[in-house]
């Protein structure tokens, strides 16, 4: 039998002696002393089934560790940590990707109803009780998750939880609305809907826009504070612009107070310049130094202050929440090793509880993988890993394992004629004169595309036949592509995301010429794509590469703010819909100043008719992608107020407040947009150079990498330790090992994990001397050593309580 | 006779046998030895002639020291430094306020030139020989101020000194121009007077637009190499347009590549957004989705990085630049050191020499505060300043040094019953209550003013009367006035900013008052001025506070900003003219798609006619302060591209040159004040930060203070000593110390030197540990110690050489 076979977990989890499980065991609990809530077993032989209620507290305290890591991973606060066995079981329940899944689907289905509901996208229109219906049964799932939560959290933790309480009451009004309408067979204003993406934001996996959305909303005092800055000098300016320019009646932008408060909000966008400043400026020269003065603090002093103090809040912000995460992470790993050490060794988890641990974890990690992540844990090559050791968790978890190849080439093993030849083809793909080579080739294509263009300038006509230009080029971006797959590996090919551009660019270009070929109009917008050939061009700068792999970097983050707005735009429609559906059309808002720009008239100018269109007419409300369209153009802002005073015309004049609003509110979050590629790049810029780390890593050197060594010997002790003692079926991973190790000949084998480094791994390394700062007064106001520690974690309640202050 | 008469200076001065000035002593320089190019007295006694010339050398050392001080604050490169005794009188001749003004009045003038040379501002107007001769006039007085430069420089440095040489050769190209049109009396295509701003960069007084100018070079690296990919998008997204939609014939952004290369040049900076989306986006509702990414790709992405890039750039420029600025004024003092130390003591500076320094560098500093200042520096008690205590000496210079008062008040040396009722005064304008009954009083008279004009809906009148309302307001605000310059004294009460503000503004509404009671028509604009008042509401907020204390830090640095645009404006307004005067013109540009905008039109509806103006033939090149105007509303982009397609249309293609040029260096300048307003802003906060120093310190505790104790018997021996000694007559301000510290009762008395604080000084507190590393990094690649030190000073050649290194 392995040692530690019999070691008892320090702390027994859901150990309620009313519904614990380890009831079920009651006959076997007769070994036991159960001594300040631990279970010791009693001397004396081994009892199969005090054995086996020991396994199973154990695969408890596992499976709760598992959950606290999860838990410090994804930043859940402790007191949501379920309590008992029945909140264990929905817990278990609502944490896996099926159920968040079905949480994103529901939220996304509630959201694109709205494109069938009236008004409706023409072709996706659906009858009220279809949609109704529908619309009832999405809640219904909504209803059925949030049961499902409520039984997880408990009655009273659930009241305490804010964000699931709105969601509640939210999902209480639709579901009335929904019944209203499907009993009067008819849409009432249903404003409430701007509220449906309140249950996408409640998704597990829009995690990143709940933290966007947190980030806008602590920018906002700040924010609020210079816009009122903001708004005095325009109200001031527009008293001043009413008194010098109301006398003169060519000029409709002063004529009333109100106009000329719109005016001067419709210059700060600069929308409206110098159209505003025209008939004034056209009277008396010396009136445009209003407009200088008012652009010159607004525009390019106040607003840029905005982004300045927003920048500043965005870079705090960003600090503490890194510091936050950070102690929660360690707060939980914490909590885990206490559930993984034995009473008979309280300092240390062996390889046997850390696997068990990771099987909850990770339920699909081979056994190989964690035996090799705990050795990569174990810096101090002790059996047993330390808290200390324990606290890199997070730092290896997501490594992926290989062993280090012995040879360097994925041809190393074929015969000699054929090694030959990939050698040398590996050879020449490595080769600078190859690399420029390429390049000449892709400038060549450039230009020859741009002379060829505009050689075309009677337009383009798409069933000629193709141009062998075009068929010369891809033959030798085909070559390429296959000389750099045989001669690199495909493994190491598909690594580079810059090889993985070239190939789907090359894949693109093919699609495109059968789409010419077999002429099939609907796919002529991939051969058009072709100039994007071009972007490999930039790799020969190392700027450029700097900037694009940021650029790369940032894109998560950058589609998670994309995502942000999306919801901001998908509220908007709502009211926008609401309010304005149907009442822009062509030739209406003849009363406003912008009647022009929605004027469709045929003009007869000698035997020609010819339609003059101002266009304006399709920027509206009609239906929910036009919205989303007028609602971009609305966030570009220019022209935006021909769509204000259009809808206003037609309306009444607190319409405007809509328009405004949606600007204020775009403004916050393009500012947020702004701050946050200014401080990702800044940050990327100081950690380069803080490091003196050269930023044109190679390929291979970048990202985490963690590197382990395995002996022979030990390989084969674990693959016993785990197919007896441990019971685990599944170790064809282990048995892999070991027949590589014995193959390759040697006694010892060192394997790599690699992983890609995270933002966070960044600020680890930026923030060093701070981090230490941190953990020391962490451990000051959190911890005292020792005694309290223990006793806090003795009772599950108080550690809760402890985690959340 | 005082100690240290008989002190030799270490090191002579303009020494060089052939020309120095000591040859003029020759007949006296029997008495000296001149040992290794120093003067050592020989033993004997006191020969007056000796002591003359000693004297006279010395004072040769004052002013050369002097100098070194100047070269240090002004940044000027030790290899300008003068040689000899005629390059001293050149470089005195040079650097004087009066010289610095007439090549400010010179340059200015040269500038203003462009107002009356054609095509000139109407009533400005003058004959082609006039302006010519004036011309000429200007440019040999620019002649003259370089003669008097290559006097000081002597030719070597002359011609090695780059900005020297580009202005002789401009000077040189202008010269001959300006003859030729005296000569042919017509003004020929005269481009080159876009370069007329380099002798107003030139001047002494605009250091901080060199400074700019500088930062902006810099920055342009990393700028193109943004913008080149901004271009690269654009080039490839024109090529996927034209295909996509130039089969469109209702299209006229893309029929063309050049069209379609020029209308995403145009949406780069969302000027004709959504126009240039409209008719595609009426044929096909998806084709916006190319619109929506190539906007996402260059506006909210490229353009983002661009700044971001740039701000990176620029915060290390900044740093740079302080660093640099740091150790040359650092090298300047210990050049002046060594020039005060004298043989027998050369570790320390005494008063005498310190005093003969200070009458050269600062001659209008009385000698009172020569000896305070000598006091403040004097950190360790003993008589003479070491070099450590020398090196604060730039700290210490523009101290404002006043005797603190005994009292607290101005009005405390007044009878009992005066005094009793400033008391009150005093006491009731510094009440919490008196301030927010005043806020009360701005608020209501702000909704007032609100109201009112809200209610003038038809316009306003100016000849009516002086409403009530108007007078009662005025009246509480020169009450307040009144009240806090008697309670505070008015030393006090102006020495705040933001009471200075409020006066300013209550003279100004007083003004406007009589204004409005005499009818004087042109001065009604002081009326509207009134709303500026409610600006005093934004104290009540700590942020605000903060924002605009700011803002007015950012002043300086926000006005040369301002005039470095200016100087780009000058000279793209001069290409503008000479190229596009008068092609615009009302119903101009009918063969171009925004003839609408050009027209002027009288239409006849029913029995009126109306005028139907599209205003934009007034956005021309006709004149300089048009040309001005046009630049601006190029600056701020919206509808530049009517300009630009008007322009095109009456000329060439090739016009469109210039605004994209223009457009891209208005870009490059406005992203510095961006980057620069952020970097203060973020700075401000950081080192408020760290310094853990209230933003909201009490008046007086701003700035910078030092504090020197001088006691009776001092100032009675530092009298003496300037009397008898120093043979200075000047003295009334040490008597007057002494007086006053008689009459004191004290034994001695407390001055205070104030200063505000600079950006410098903030940078010093932010830096500090990193000053360290700069000093010893400097001490060791500079100076070893002692021996080399000396060596170098010893031949100025050799330590202005090393200098420019």
């Known amino acids: 039998m392995a040692e530690g076979d019999d070691d008892v977990p320090l702390i027994l989890t859901w150990d309620d002696t009313s519904s614990g499980l380890l009831e079920e065991d009651e006959n076997g609990a007769g070994n036991y002393d159960v001594v300040n809530n631990v279970v010791i077993p009693t001397p004396g032989a081994p009892d199969p089934r005090a054995q086996n209620s020991l396994q199973q507290s154990w695969e408890m305290n596992y499976q709760e560790a598992a959950i606290y890591l ?14 008992n066995a029945h909140a264990l079981s929905a817990y278990l329940f609502a944490h896996n990707h099926l159920f968040y899944v079905m949480e994103l689907l529901t939220a996304v289905l509630l ?7 009236a008004p409706a996208v023409p072709f996706l229109r659906l009858d009220v009780y279809v949609h109704a219906t529908l619309e009832l049964l999405v809640l219904a799932m909504v209803g059925f998750e949030l049961c499902m939560k409520l039984r997880w959290l408990g009655f009273h933790t659930f009241i305490r939880h804010k964000r699931t309480m709105v969601k509640t009451c939210v999902l209480f009004i639709q579901f009335i609305e929904a019944i209203v309408v499907l009993v009067r067979q008819t849409s009432h204003l249903r404003v409430t809907r701007a509220l449906r993406p309140i249950f996408l934001v409640d998704c597990r996996y829009c995690g990143a826009v709940r933290r966007n959305l947190r980030q806008i909303f602590q920018s906002l005092p700040p924010f609020i504070d210079i816009l009122l800055l903001l708004l005095f000098f325009m109200v001031i300016f527009a008293i001043l612009g009413f008194c010098l320019f109301s006398a003169n009646t060519a000029d409709p932008y002063f004529s009333t107070l109100e106009n000329s408060i719109v005016s001067l909000f419709v210059l700060l966008t600069t929308a409206n310049f110098p159209d505003v400043m025209m008939p004034a400026y056209s009277k008396n020269r010396w009136s445009c130094i209003f407009f200088i003065v008012y652009l010159s603090i607004e525009l390019y002093f106040i607003m840029n202050l905005l982004l300045a103090v927003v920048f500043d809040t965005f870079n705090g912000v960003e600090k503490m ?4 995460l950070l102690l929660h992470k360690r707060s939980a790993i914490e909590h885990a090793f206490q559930l993984l050490v034995s009473r008979q060794r309280p300092d240390g988890v062996c390889l046997k509880q850390f696997d068990g641990l990771m099987r909850f974890y990770r339920p699909r ?39 280090r190849r012995s040879g360097e080439h994925w041809f190393d093993d074929l015969p000699r004629t054929a090694f030959l030849i990939f050698k040398g083809i590996n050879l020449l793909v490595k080769s600078k004169a190859f690399q420029y080579a390429m390049y000449l080739v892709v400038a060549i294509n450039g230009i020859w595309i741009l002379v060829e263009t505009n050689m075309l300038n009677d337009g383009v006509s798409w069933t000629r036949v193709v141009p062998w230009s075009y068929i010369i080029f891809l033959t030798i971006y085909g070559i390429e592509v296959l000389l750099k797959i045989t001669g690199l590996g495909p493994l190491t090919y598909f690594s580079s995301g810059w090889n993985l551009f070239d190939f789907s660019v090359t894949v693109f270009a093919f699609l495109g010429l059968i789409a010419l070929a077999f002429d099939m109009e609907p796919f002529y917008f991939i051969v058009v794509l072709r100039p994007f050939q071009l972007l490999r061009l930039f790799k020969i700068k190392q700027r450029y590469r700097n900037v694009l792999d940021t650029m790369f970097e940032l894109f998560p983050r950058m589609a998670s703010l994309g995502l942000t707005l999306i919801i901001f735009y998908y509220s908007f429609a709502i009211v926008g819909m609401e309010f304005f559906a149907d009442v822009i059309y062509p ?52 022209n935006w107020y021909i769509t204000m005073e259009g809808v206003t015309s037609q309306t009444t004049h607190w319409s405007r407040l809509y328009f405004m609003t949606f600007y204020i509110v775009t403004m916050v979050v393009m500012t947020i947009i ?11 810029m100081n950690y380069s150079r803080k490091n003196r780390e050269p930023l044109d890593d190679p390929e291979d050197k970048k990202g985490i990498v963690f590197e382990t060594e395995v002996s022979q010997t030990e390989a084969l002790q674990t693959l016993d330790l785990y197919k007896h003692t441990l019971g685990i079926t599944n170790l064809s991973s282990l048995q892999d090992m070991c027949v590589a190790l014995e193959r390759s000949g040697h006694s010892s084998l060192v394997f790599v994990g690699r992983r890609s480094r995270t ?3 960044l600020s680890m390394k930026m923030y060093e001397e701070e981090i230490q700062e941190w953990y020391e007064e962490y451990s000051r106001t959190n911890l005292q050593p020792d005694e309290t520690f223990h006793r806090e974690l003795d009772s599950p309640e108080a550690s809760a309580i402890n985690s959340i202050n």
Chains 1, 2 share one sequence.
Not at 70 to 83: A, M
Not at 372 to 377: E, G, Q, V
Not at 674 to 684: C, G, K, P, S
Request: charged share 20%; proline share 1%; hydrophobic share 40%.
């Open 587 to 638: 030739n209406c808002c003849n009363t406003s100043t912008v009647a022009d720009s929605y004027r469709q008239i045929n003009q007869t100018i000698g035997n020609r008719t010819i339609l003059e269109e101002g266009y304006y007419y399709l920027n509206n409300f009609n239906n929910i992608l036009s919205s989303f369209v007028t609602l971009f153009e609305l966030t570009v802002v220019n």
């Open 111 to 117: 959201m694109l109803l709205s494109l069938s509901e």
């Open 321 to 324: 929440k890194f510091k936050s």
């Open 759 to 761: 933002k966070s791994d």
């Open 674 to 684: 702004v701050a946050f590629i200014l401080d990702a790049f800044v940050f990327r």
């Open 70 to 83: 999860q838990e410090g991973e994804n930043n859940d606060k402790f007191f949501t940590h379920p309590r």
């Open 365 to 403: 990690m081979t056994a190989r993988d964690r035996f090799l992540t705990f050795k990569a844990l174990n810096h101090s090559g002790a059996t047993m890993l330390s808290l200390q050791d324990f606290y890199k968790f997070y730092e290896v978890i997501g490594l992926k394992w290989k062993a």
